[in-house]
C-alpha cells in the first residue's frame, strides 16, 4: 500500500474529550450521487451545483508559515499527483481552481481533528482548528475522488471531480484505536506501516502494539539484549521471529506521527512474560519451566512480584520505551493471570504504575487491573466483561474494546478459514452495530476514552492475513469511533464501504467479501 500523508500527531486531541458541537443529519438513502465517505461525516449536505475538477492549472494554497499545515498540503499534492499526471503546486497564492488548506485559531468549537470542507466548481475550501482536522480533511478529500487517484500511474480520461458539497464534522471518541500483536506472530516494520495507512485512511488514530507475550519479545532494550538475543527468536508454530531494534521502532513512531496516528506500546505482565523470563529464568514463578514457547496457551507465565530483580528490570524496559515513545501511555497489560494470588496481583499493578508515571507516563491496563488501585490518570481497557462496576476510579478513563464486538481475530464465520471463536463469530454487521456508549454497565458515554479494535495473531503471520480478518470490520469500528451515534446507519454503511474494494485494488489491500456488503 502506497503511504501518502503526513504531519505531526496533536497528542491533546487523546487528552481532552471531543465537542460534540457538530450539527447532525440523519443519513438518506444512499443515491449513485451521493459520496460514498466512510467513516460518514456528523453533517454533510450536497449543494447541487457543478462539481470541482482537478485540472492541469490547480493549486494547493496553505500557509506556509505552520510547518505541519505545509507538510499536509505538500503530501495531500503528492497523492494526486501520479494518478492525475498534473503538476499541482503547492502555494500561498489563493485563487480560481484551488485547494485550500486553512488554520483559523477562532474555531476552537471544531476541536482538535474537526474540519469544514466546502466544494464548488472554483474551488476546494478546509478550515480545521489545528492540524489534524487539516489532515483528517484531506482524508475525506481522497475519498470524494474516484478511485483511481490512488494509482501510482498516470490515467488518461479520468474525470477528476469532487462534489459540491458542505461537510462539517468531528469525531465522536477521541481514541480511535486498533491493536496488533506483533509477538504471537512478528509483523516486519514494512507491514507495520501498511496497517498504519489503513488506520489512517479511516480517520483511526491510534496503533496499541502488543510488544511482548509468551512467544516472543520484540522491542530491543539496550540495557537488557538478552531480552532479544534470546527472547524473540520464534513464534506462535514456530519460526526465526524477530525484533524491532530501537532505530526500527522509532522509524515505526514517524512514520504513524505523519499519519496523525499514535503508536500506544505495551509490555504485557505480570503474565504472558515467558519470552522475558526466558531470558531471566531467576525471575520467573511461571508454572512451567521459561523456554522458548510456540504454543498458545495462556495464563501460566509470571514475574515473582515478591523479588525486587523484577521490578528493577520492568523500571529499565518502561525508562527506556518511554524515551523513545513521543504518547504519553504506557501499556502494561495485566491480563490473564492465573499464577498469583490477588493481594499478589494487586501489589504487582501498583508498584508497576508507580514505575511507569516515574518515567513521565500514563498507565493503560486491560480491565483486570481494576483489581488495584488506580490513580485518576490511569486508564482502563475493557475487554471481556460488559459491567465494571467501580471502573471509574476517581474520574479515571475506559477505552471498550468488547471481544464479542471489536476482536478483529474472531471469525466472521464458522467457515472463516483464518481466525478464532472463543469470544464470537463476529461479522460485518456485528462490529458495526456496536454502541461503546451503552456497551459496558455503570460506564456512561463521558466516562469514555474510545474504542480500540484488537487484532491477536495466534492465526495469521502475514499483513495479508490480518487485513483479512481486519477489512471490513475494521472499517466499521472506525464509523463506530468518528460517526455520531444518531448518524449511523447500517444499511447505508454496507453499500458506502462496498464501494471502497476498487480503491483497496489500488491500494493492494486484501479484504474479506462479506455477503453482508452490497458489492
Given at each position: 500500500m502506497?503511504?501518502r500523508?503526513?504531519?505531526?500527531l496533536?497528542?491533546a ?14 443519513p438518506?438513502?444512499v443515491?449513485?450521487?451521493?459520496p ?11 449543494s ?5 475538477t482537478?485540472?492541469?492549472t ?8 505552520n510547518?505541519q499545515a505545509?507538510?499536509t498540503a ?10 492525475t499526471?498534473?503538476?499541482i503546486?503547492v502555494?500561498g497564492?489563493s ?6 488548506l486553512?488554520?483559523a485559531?477562532?474555531?476552537?468549537s ?27 480533511a484531506?482524508q475525506?478529500?481522497r475519498?470524494?475522488?474516484p478511485?483511481s487517484?490512488e494509482?501510482?500511474?498516470?490515467l488518461?480520461?479520468?474525470p477528476w471531480?469532487?462534489?459540491?458539497l ?8 477521541a481514541?480511535r484505536g486498533a491493536m496488533l500483536?506483533v ?5 516486519t516494520?514494512?507491514?507495520v ?9 479511516y480517520?483511526m ?7 511482548s507475550?509468551d512467544?516472543?519479545w520484540r522491542i530491543?532494550i539496550k540495557?537488557?539484549?538478552e531480552?532479544t538475543?534470546?527472547?524473540?527468536k520464534?513464534?506462535v508454530?514456530?519460526?526465526p ?8 521502532y522509532a ?5 504513524a ?5 499514535m ?14 523470563l526466558?531470558a531471566?529464568p531467576?525471575?520467573?514463578?511461571s508454572?512451567?519451566p521459561?523456554?522458548?514457547?510456540t ?6 507465565s509470571?514475574f515473582?512480584v515478591?523479588n ?16 523513545m ?8 497489560g495485566g491480563?490473564e493471570v ?12 501498583e508498584?508497576?504504575?508507580d514505575?511507569v508515571n516515574?518515567h ?5 491496563g486491560?480491565?483486570?487491573?481494576l483489581?488495584?488501585r488506580?490513580?485518576s490518570s490511569s486508564?482502563l481497557?475493557?475487554?471481556?466483561n ?5 471502573a471509574l476510579?476517581s474520574?479515571?478513563k475506559?477505552i471498550?474494546?468488547?471481544a464479542?464486538?471489536t476482536?478483529?481475530d ?5 467457515d472463516t478459514?483464518l481466525?478464532l471463536t472463543?469470544?464470537a463469530i463476529i461479522e460485518?454487521r456485528?462490529?458495526y452495530d456496536f ?7 455503570h ?11 484488537p487484532?491477536?495473531s ?13 477489512v471490513?470490520?475494521l472499517?466499521?469500528?472506525a464509523e463506530v469511533?468518528w460517526?455520531p ?6 444499511e447505508?454503511?454496507?453499500e458506502r464501504?462496498?464501494?471502497?474494494a476498487?480503491?483497496?485494488?489500488f491500494?493492494g489491500v486484501n479484504y474479506?467479501?462479506?455477503p453482508?456488503?452490497?458489492w
Open positions: 502506497k503511504s500523508f503526513a504531519g505531526t496533536c497528542i486531541a487523546l487528552l481532552v474529550g471531543c465537542s460534540s458541537t457538530a450539527p447532525t443529519t440523519t438518506s438513502p443515491s449513485s450521487a451521493t460514498r465517505l466512510v467513516p460518514a461525516p456528523a453533517s454533510m449536505t450536497m447541487g451545483g457543478d462539481p470541482f482537478i485540472a492541469a490547480t493549486t494547493i494554497v496553505v500557509d506556509g508559515s510547518p505545509a507538510r505538500e503530501l495531500l499534492a503528492a497523492v494526486l499527483r501520479p494518478s499526471g498534473f503538476p503546486p502555494t497564492n485563487g480560481a481552481g484551488s485547494i485550500a486553512r488554520l485559531p477562532d474555531r476552537a471544531l476541536g482538535d481533528e474537526g474540519y469544514e470542507l466546502s466544494v464548488t466548481r472554483d474551488s476546494v475550501r478546509i478550515v480545521a482548528y489545528r492540524p489534524a482536522g487539516l489532515f483528517r484531506t475525506t478529500v475519498q470524494l475522488l478511485p487517484i494509482s501510482d500511474m498516470k488518461g480520461g479520468v471531480t469532487i462534489p459540491a458542505s461537510i462539517s464534522d468531528q469525531p465522536r471518541f481514541w500483536d509477538a504471537r506472530h512478528f509483523f516494520v514494512d507491514e506501516k501498511q496497517y498504519v495507512d489503513l488506520l489512517a485512511l480517520k488514530n491510534v496503533l496499541h502494539l502488543h510488544l507475550d512467544q516472543g530491543e540495557s537488557h539484549p531480552l538475543t534470546v527472547g524473540s520464534t513464534q508454530g514456530g519460526g521471529g524477530g525484533f524491532y531494534t530501537q532505530a526500527d522509524d515505526i513512531v514517524r512514520y506521527q505523519d499519519r496523525y496516528v503508536i500506544v506500546p505495551e509490555i504485557d505482565m505480570p503474565g504472558h512474560t515467558n519470552a522475558a526466558s531471566f531467576a525471575l520467573s514463578c508454572t512451567r521459561s523456554v522458548l514457547y504454543g498458545t496457551d495462556v495464563g501460566w509470571t515473582c515478591e525486587e530483580g523484577s521490578y528493577a528490570l520492568i523500571d529499565d524496559i518502561v525508562r527506556e520505551i518511554a524515551a515513545t513521543p504518547a504519553p501511555y504506557f501499556h502494561m491480563d492465573h499464577v498469583l494470588k490477588p493481594a499478589q496481583y494487586q501489589l504487582f499493578v508498584r508497576v504504575q514505575i516515574k513521565g507516563k500514563q498507565l493503560i486491560w480491565e483486570e487491573i483489581q488495584s488506580l490513580k486508564v481497557q475493557q475487554w471481556r460488559d459491567s465494571l462496576p467501580g476510579h474520574g479515571g475506559v471498550v474494546s468488547g464479542r464486538k476482536y478483529l474472531m471469525k466472521y464465520t464458522k478459514e481466525g472463543w469470544a460485518v456485528d462490529a454502541n461503546p456508549g451503552a456497551y459496558v454497565k460506564v456512561s458515554e463521558s466516562d469514555i476514552l474510545g474504542v480500540e479494535a487484532m491477536w495466534e492465526t495469521v503471520r502475514n499483513i495479508s492475513a490480518v487485513q483479512f480478518l481486519a471490513p470490520r472499517q466499521a469500528i469511533g460517526t451515534q444518531s448518524v449511523r446507519n447500517w447505508s454503511f454496507r464501504i462496498a464501494t471502497h476498487p480503491r483497496w485494488n491500494l474479506n467479501r462479506s453482508q456488503i452490497a
